[in-house]
């Protein structure tokens, strides 16, 4: 039967950056392998560990389905310091490549290294698209019939270019359509790796500082972003973008006055390329702040709109304060904002105009995220956001983490230093629009930032004993623990889940990945 239809098809899914993608949602929206009803049979699939490297490896990417000179393969990807990135077949657990970065001779660090800027710190991998745009295919064979005694014509495929396509000249779809990795050195250059081989494409671009520690990379376009944190090495903060497409390269540079970009994704993108940030600026000459969302501009990075709290007052580890990252998210034909403030509320922003005439309005505001914990000297807001939507009913969910740190009358022991997941719904009722908290998850010992995959909700506690924990993601009900089947720990990894699989790296320098045995019956056949 399968003969007769001509082709062969094959589905996959990608996670390519963190976050899943530019608009950093967390939704890994063609997930279908994965349900509510069998979530309870996940188990650890295969632990992948990294030789002959130093510790912390980066949160994992995915390329679902990827043309090599070896067939079709998904391919695990992530970073490791110092200076290497690996490829891993996804569905067999065997390497397809391990590279060491080419690294500029004399990059020496200008002061020593500390415990948030240890040397040679690996640095993240992306490459372009979104976990949330639909499946896509390849087709392995035509359905054109072929013409007794002459060759099948060939047939071109949207999603994988001929393998002999040149880099040169670069055209406009070059690098999305060879799916390349991007990812930074320890001396700063920015490598385009060929995805099949892992070497460099072309020739590595100065992008960062030597040994600036790289917290988020993004790509919109032939844009590529990235940005660093904790000053080191002695330079600041800073947001560097570069367009590859250009003849000269040149590396663009924001940075901010103090403090740093909030989140641990950095950048959020809007459809047509706009880049959010929130950082804290100056509002006045006596020292006060002013908590704002800036709208930059995709290939100049010139201010382009703000949202700002009302200044006030802020102390020292409110501008050190970690914060969480923007998230841009489309609900009833508008393009929209969300972010989260020091004061523990989420604020919606339309993305055409951040906060109206005065800077300072916002289209819709939640209540303190978790009014219970008052009693505490602070709730907020850590990592980044998760969305996705009810296309059956056009609500939109969105879930926030966040750290709850013991005030004078300490919690119990176990729960001092805690954290929640909290839930808030955008929905229209009677013809008004509400903006309300559903649900906030049990304690949880600084949750990861989440991904929303079929109804679910996956994230770590990060424990000397990490959990997996997978949530209902309507009602917060626990569906899904991993028990003690973790082993190392999670140092502020995100998840990536894609085509039945769920990965994130640990401190001990390995990269999990849990399944359903049935599904992945190449990996577990040696169990019974």
């Not at 393998?163 to 690098?175: D, F, G």
């Amino acid at each position: 039967m399968a003969a007769g239809l001509g082709a062969l098809v094959a589905f996959a899914a990608d996670w390519p950056m963190q976050n899943g993608g530019p608009e950093r949602n967390g939704w890994a929206r063609s997930e279908h392998v994965l349900t509510k009803a069998n979530i309870k049979n996940l188990r650890p699939l295969y632990e992948y560990r990294a030789e002959d490297v130093t510790g912390g490896l980066t949160a994992p990417i995915i390329n679902g389905n990827l043309i090599t000179y070896r067939g079709f393969k998904e391919m695990l990807i992530f970073a490791a310091k110092p200076d290497r990135v690996f490829s891993v077949d996804a569905d067999l657990n065997k390497t397809i490549w391990d590279t060491k970065l080419a690294v500029k001779s004399g990059s020496t660090t200008r002061g020593a290294a500390n415990a948030a800027c240890e040397a040679g710190a690996s640095n993240p991998v992306a490459m372009a698209g979104s976990s949330s745009a639909t499946m896509h295919f390849a087709a392995f064979a035509s359905r054109t019939p072929a013409v007794p005694g002459q060759p099948r014509p060939p047939r071109r495929s949207p999603y994988f270019p001929p393998l002999w396509q040149s880099v040169y000249p670069m055209r406009p779809e070059t690098l999305t359509q060879l799916a390349v990795i991007y990812t930074v050195s320890s001396d700063g250059y920015l490598h385009i790796l060929n995805s099949s081989t892992g070497a460099d494409l072309i020739s590595a671009i100065q992008f960062v500082p030597a040994h600036a520690k790289v917290t988020s990379l993004n790509v919109w376009q032939n844009m590529v972003y990235a940005t660093t944190a904790d000053n080191c090495d002695g330079y600041r903060n800073a947001l560097y973008a570069v367009n590859l497409l250009s003849n000269e390269k040149r590396v663009l540079v924001f940075s901010p006055e103090v403090g740093g970009f909030a989140g641990s994704a950095g950048t959020a993108i809007g459809r047509e390329g706009t880049v959010y940030v929130q950082l804290f600026q100056p509002a006045d000459r006596k020292g006060d702040y002013e908590e704002t969302v800036l709208a930059l501009t995709p290939r100049e990075l010139n201010m382009r709109d703000s949202f700002s709290l009302p200044h006030e007052k802020l102390s020292a580890s409110d501008l050190s304060a970690p914060g969480i990252t923007p998230i841009v998210f489309s609900w009833l034909g508008k393009q929209m904002v969300a972010a989260g403030m020091h004061d523990g509320r989420v604020y919606l922003l339309d993305a055409q105009s951040l906060g109206g005439a005065d800077h300072h309005t916002p289209l819709f505001v939640s209540d303190p995220i978790a009014p219970e914990e008052k009693k505490h000297s602070a709730t907020r807001f850590r990592g980044a956001f998760t969305s996705w939507q009810n296309v059956d009913t056009q609500e939109r969910w969105i879930y926030a983490p966040v750290e709850i740190a013991a005030g004078k009358k300490p919690r119990a022991e176990k729960d001092t230093g805690a954290g929640k997941v909290v839930a808030l719904k955008l929905s229209v009722k009677n013809g008004a629009t509400q903006f309300s908290r559903l649900w906030a998850s049990e304690d949880l010992a600084q949750p990861t930032p989440a991904v929303i995959a079929n109804g679910m909700l996956f994230l770590l506690s990060r424990t000397s004993q990490p959990v997996l924990h997978a949530l209902d993601a309507l009602s917060g009900k626990e569906l899904y623990t991993s028990g003690n089947a973790i082993k190392g720990g999670i140092d502020g990894s995100g998840l990536a889940v894609a085509n039945g699989r769920v990965y994130f790296s640990t401190s001990d320098n390995t990269v999990y990945c849990f399944g359903l045995a049935g599904a992945n019956l190449q990996l577990t056949e040696d169990d019974e």
